[in-house]
């Protein structure tokens, strides 16, 4: 009789301990699914601002098309880009084209001095960091989750229950790169 009280017990406790990993892999995965939310929220203000911008450097340098449609069409990649790797990817291509344009706007001291082309500018700054915060708490948060899902005993269950590893939003091989501009 007492070994069938252990026995029930032991099942009780395992019950309870896989029901509490299995709402902790929930919350984690949920987690990321808010954070990567906000990394998408943040490179759709940047998407946003960005032909503000782009209008404001075209009336004053209408003979720079090509850095202006390198931006446009960078943009547009961004906008179809689908999962962490790919955004990263379009996020690296638009991060050249946008240097581009600036160092181009150097050149004009008008369109420097013009409040809409400082306001856009200061916008996007914020943008971009903002964007950077966003990419950071992603990745924290797939760090935890994937900790979590290689760690015993929720490896055990997590793949059976379906729940694998995120992936991380990684810069490109060429980001760490100075952007080289040529006219």
Same mark, same amino acid.
């Given at each position: ?45 940047? =998407?946003?601002?960005? @032909? &503000? +911008? ?6 004053? *340098?209408?003979?720079?098309?090509? #850095?202006?449609? %390198? ?33 181009? =706007?150097?050149?004009? @001291? &008008? +369109?420097?001095?013009?409040?809409n082309?400082? *306001?856009?500018?200061?916008?996007? #700054?914020?943008? %971009? ?11 924290d ?22 729940y ?12 760490? *790169? ?6």
């Amino acid at each position: 009789m007492k070994g069938w009280i252990i026995v029930g017990i032991v099942v009780v406790l395992l019950v309870v301990t896989g029901i509490g990993g299995y709402n902790s892999l929930v919350s984690l995965n949920e987690n990321i699914n808010g954070r990567w939310a906000q990394v998408e929220n943040q490179l759709q203000r940047r =998407a946003d601002l960005i @032909p &503000n +911008l782009v209008n404001t450097v075209k009336g004053y *340098a209408s003979h720079e098309q090509t #850095a202006i449609k %390198e931006v446009a069409d960078a943009r547009a990649k961004l906008a179809g880009a689908q999962g962490p790797a790919a955004k990263a990817e379009a996020n690296n291509n638009l991060n050249g084209a946008l240097s581009r344009l600036l160092v181009i =706007a150097e050149n004009y @001291p &008008n +369109l420097k001095a013009d409040q809409n082309f400082r *306001a856009l500018q200061d916008e996007l #700054a914020g943008t %971009e960091n903002r964007l950077a915060v966003a990419r950071k708490d992603y990745n924290d948060a797939v760090q935890i989750y994937n900790a979590k899902i290689q760690s015993f005993p929720t490896v055990i269950y997590a793949r059976m229950l379906g729940y694998g590893p995120r992936e991380y939003f990684k810069a490109a091989e060429g980001a760490k *790169a100075v952007p080289k501009v040529q006219f």
